[in-house]
């Protein structure tokens, strides 16, 4: 027999979970930003929220992005659905600068375009916050982080580009993420500042320094077909137990790194033109795999 006692405790319970997962409304197919807004943003939001549809700005919302302003909560797309949110190259998606423990799951982010930093979001320095599972593609920033100012875990990033610094990522750290396509008209095709482990770049470029990476730290990683004027997979930095494949630097040395500290890497066929050291110019080797003369003034180890 359930007692009295038993019934107001399960009532608790359920009060309590309610408060912690949110659902956001089913209504129609397809939300807009001005709904979207409603169901993530205020200081008063913590917990779980998960969205159960997908959502365009065609509303002209705020091209600064939907701001977030609570703390320790996940806002996540529902498991079993593919959750995209359509920034129609409108502005930014989300804002979350300024918090913690704040993190994105399971969700596409597509044609994010920002002025300033992070394309489709940003997250400032905070490490606690950081997106989970998330997909972005074709999002670009005037500046800085084409797809995101933050940090990024098991994310796939497509056709992001930036105009400075980091087509994909700026001032954060990638751990087994998918960089494809992404690019800069500056520095770090992928990634610019801080660092990546387990991460693969294909086709990623800058005009400048760094294909793939610039002033940033790789462990375990791909580098393939990736190039640049200087340093065509990497532009200073360090490199553990990384393989560089077909990196090129179009217009100066370091076919595919430049002024980096590598270890246990292993370079093939890498090249340059109009410049030095088809595999790395600068830094130093210690046990990678490389022809003799494929290094100019690195230290071997």
């Known amino acids: 027999m359930i007692n009295k006692k038993t019934i107001i405790t399960l009532g608790l319970f359920l009060t309590i979970c309610a408060s912690l997962c949110v659902y956001a409304d089913e209504g129609s197919d397809v939300g807009t930003f001005e709904e979207l807004a409603s169901i993530v943003s205020g200081d008063d939001k913590t917990g779980e929220i998960v969205l159960t549809k997908n959502f365009v700005n065609t509303d002209g919302y705020d091209a600064s992005g939907i701001k977030i302003t609570g703390h320790d909560m996940v806002i996540k797309g529902e498991p079993g659905k593919d959750i995209t949110i359509d920034a129609k190259s409108a502005g930014r998606i989300f804002n979350a600068n300024g ?39 074709g999002c670009s920033a005037s500046e800085f982080g084409g797809a995101l100012d933050g940090n990024a875990e098991n994310s796939v990033f497509k056709n992001c580009n930036s105009t400075h610094h980091g087509g994909a990522i700026f001032d954060g750290y990638a751990t087994n993420c998918e960089f494809e396509k992404c690019f800069s008209t500056s520095q770090g095709g992928a990634i610019s500042y801080h660092n990546a482990s387990n991460c693969t770049f294909t086709n990623c470029y800058a005009w400048w320094q760094g294909g793939a990476l610039y002033h940033a730290d790789a462990v375990g990683c791909k580098f393939i077909n990736c190039y640049a004027a200087e340093g065509g997979s990497m532009y200073e930095g360090s490199a553990f137990d990384c393989q560089f494949e077909n990196s090129v630097a179009k217009n100066g040395s370091g076919g595919a790194a430049y002024n980096v500290v590598a270890s246990g890497c292993k370079f093939t066929g890498c090249s340059v033109t109009g410049g030095e050291g088809s595999a790395m110019y600068g830094g130093s080797a210690t046990n990678c795999e490389m022809g003799a003369d494929e290094a100019v003034n690195v230290t071997m180890k």
């Open 99 to 137: 918090t913690k423990n704040v993190r994105f799951e399971n969700i596409r982010f597509v044609n994010g375009n920002a002025e300033g930093a992070g394309g489709a979001v940003i997250l400032g320095n905070e490490l606690s916050n950081k997106v989970v599972n998330c997909t972005f593609e």
